[in-house]
Structures are given as C-alpha cells and as structure tokens.
C-alpha cells in the first residue's frame, strides 16, 4: 500500500515532526534521566489531542490500519539512519501485549512499525524476548505513582545466550509519562551485556 493512500502528500507536510533525532537531549530523552541508561531515544511526532496524530494511531491502534504503523516505521527509519552512534542497533522489539489482549485485538499496534524499522536498517525484529505476563486494563488512565507501583512485575524476558551483548531498540507508539517503557527496559536489561535505546511514534505535547 502505498503513503498516500495511508495520508496525502500535503498531510505529511502537516504533521508535528519533533525531530528530536537531531538532539540527543531532547524531552523525549529526558523522561528517562535518572531511570534508565538509554543510548537513544526519540519520537517521530508531537501527539495532541483532537489533532491528525491522534486520528492516525486511533486508526492503527483500534481500527485495524497497521499499514499506518508500517508507513510511519518507513519514515521513522529515514531518520534513524542519519544516527552516528557508536553502537548500532541489533534488534528491534515492541512494547507486547498481554495474550488475552492480543486476541481480543488481533495484532499489536507496534508490530507493524517496529517491524518497518527493522527492514528498512535491515536489522533484526523479535516480538518474543519481551513478554508481558500481566493482563491490565489501560494504563492511561491511572496517575503516574499507580502505574509505577504496579507496572515492574508486568514485563518479564525470555532470552537465551544469543541474546547476549546486544543493542535493543525498544518501540512503543505514544510516550507519555514513560513508566510502561521503563519497566520494559528494565526486564530487557536482565539480559547480560544489553543496552537500549528507545522509539515511539509520537510523544504526548
């Protein structure tokens, strides 16, 4: 499918790009200062409410439109490719879904994006290492201290010697107030010699 049948050309011309690849300090990176080591981390949009961001991942995330997510990855990727870093990326892994979730859905929304990402730097995509082991309901709803309380036990790794030493690209589709990612940061970090960077279709502004 092509971009202009997911959103017209003067649509992307419109959209709220952060580009926060451009600046390792950016906000998105600070949400995580003092609570994880991160080798990078950015959005590729500002997400406002009642805005085309908004529109778009209510889309991909409840309508069944993951060409939305596999075009964004695309354009994700664009940028990611100008990265210098001195540890490139080896896997890329998106925030799972509980099994119930999964099948009461049908994908998870990130798949697409993540998978996307994974093509187009030509690295690795693993949906399995990451497990969350706990059904929730929205966590977007509770303050910030509930979902730091309750949210470490939720994600868990099943990860064996090949998994070692590697540069996990973590993907999720909005940051909020980064909890959920942490947590999935730190059950990757279990893993001897990982390290993480993390990218999210948008981040709430």
């Known amino acids: 499918m092509s971009n202009e049948v997911v ?3 003067s649509c992307r011309h419109e959209m709220p790009l952060t580009q926060y690849y451009l600046d390792p300090k950016n906000e998105a990176s600070k949400k995580f200062y003092g609570r994880i080591d991160t080798l990078h981390v950015s959005t590729l949009l500002y997400f ?4 085309m961001v908004q529109e778009l991942i209510h889309n991909l995330k409840y309508k069944g439109h993951e060409e939305i997510g596999t075009v964004l990855g695309s354009w994700q990727a664009e ?3 100008e ?4 540890i490139p990326f080896d896997v890329v892994i998106p925030v799972p879904l509980h099994k119930r979730k999964l099948r009461e859905r049908g994908y998870n929304q990130v798949s697409h994006f993540g998978k996307a990402i994974a093509s187009e730097l030509t690295i690795s995509f693993n949906e399995k290492i990451l497990i969350r082991k706990v059904y929730s309901k929205t966590q977007s709803k509770k303050n910030l201290l509930g979902r730091s309380e309750n949210i470490e036990r939720i ?3 099943d990860f064996d010697e090949a998994d070692h030493n590697k540069h996990y690209l973590l993907v999720d589709d909005v940051l909020t107030t980064g909890s959920t990612l942490e947590a999935c940061s730190r059950a990757l970090l279990k ?3 990982a390290k993480i960077s993390i990218v999210c279709i948008a981040m709430a502004h």
Do not use: A, R, S, Y
């Open 7 to 9: 959103f017209c050309t």
């Open 48 to 51: 406002n409410k009642k805005g």
């Open 79 to 81: 940028e990611l490719k």
């Open 83 to 86: 990265l210098q870093l001195e």
């Open 155 to 157: 994600f868990d790794v």
């Open 191 to 193: 893993i001897p010699g």
